[in-house]
């Protein structure tokens, strides 16, 4: 059990009024026991109560593992026991009324948990846990930089040898062959070629890279289990002049945004900044999405970087600047980097993306 995370969880229980929070997600049950077990079809739930230890409610079949981790205090049941009535028991024993559990909890393990628990009160843990989780503590972010690193180096390589004629299928397979061969483990990664780009959601296909293409590349990686999430665009061969302006507005937007970076300032705030941006060059209805995304166990956690967002950021939070613009049937251009958030601004995790439109041969 990592007692300061624990700590930290139980004071920020006690700021905002919850008696117990129940997780299920394995990244969250690892962030604090170091035990990587979520819940499945069997029901796996870490209670943590605002003093004392936390409860592990889980299958017999993951008792031993539990209890390599360190974890005190486990319940297990067999199948055909009431898993549900189990942790009911414990939290009456505490006289545990408010229980906020996380956004991964399942549906079905969550209704027959109200079942069993009439009397308690459910609200989302979001506040509590991925609060917590979002200022990167200085081995986290030893981590968010190595994943930084592989990608941007995984990239480079990428550049002296892709070509016109190589399909999406197959430059993913290289880059992912890259990231591995550096120690990374490959986790997505999207090529989106000519009006594919136009696409933020594009499925790799076999379509081959064609001279005039713009190309959006956003792919990523896990070091230790922490994120790397990274979006170039880059032409193949010659590219339009529109292709060149619509590149040099998103440069422009993501580096605006990165300028209005402090700890201090909301999410909202940053997204302005780049959104405005585009808008003012008379592409705002082509921007559909936020501009950025917290990271770190998980690709996209806390803060939400985002129009109207009230995410106060706070040292230590990492996020993604990714302002895009998407121009249907004809092409997409997207730029991204990570971040974290300083008193003074922000530490760039990732190598700066280049001012112009690069282009491969």
Known sequence: MNQDRLARVQARMAEVGVDAVALTSPVKVDYLTGFAEGTYERFLSLTVFREGTPVLVCPALTEN??????????????????PYALLHGLLAKRSALRVAVDDEYWAKHLLALQHECPGCHFSLASDVVDYVMRAKAPDELAKLRAAGKIVDDAFAELLTVIRAGQTELEVQATLQGMVAARGGKPTFCQVAAGPAGAEPHHQNDDRPLTKGDVVVIDFGCEVEGYQADITRTIGVQEVSDRAREVYDVVYRAHMAGRNAIRAGVTGGHVDHATRQVIEDAGFGKFFNHRTGHGIGRRVHEAPEIGPGSGDVLM???????????????????????????????????????????????
């Open 65 to 82: 593992q539990a209890r390599r981790h360190g974890i005190e205090d486990i319940h297990p049941w067999r199948d055909g026991e009431n």
């Open 315 to 361: 040292p230590g939070d990492c996020f993604s600047v990714e302002p895009g613009i998407y121009l249907p049937l004809e092409l997409g251009v997207r730029i991204e980097n990570i971040v974290s958030a300083t008193t003074e601004g922000h530490e760039c995790l990732n190598a700066e993306p280049s001012p112009i439109l690069i282009t491969i041969s």
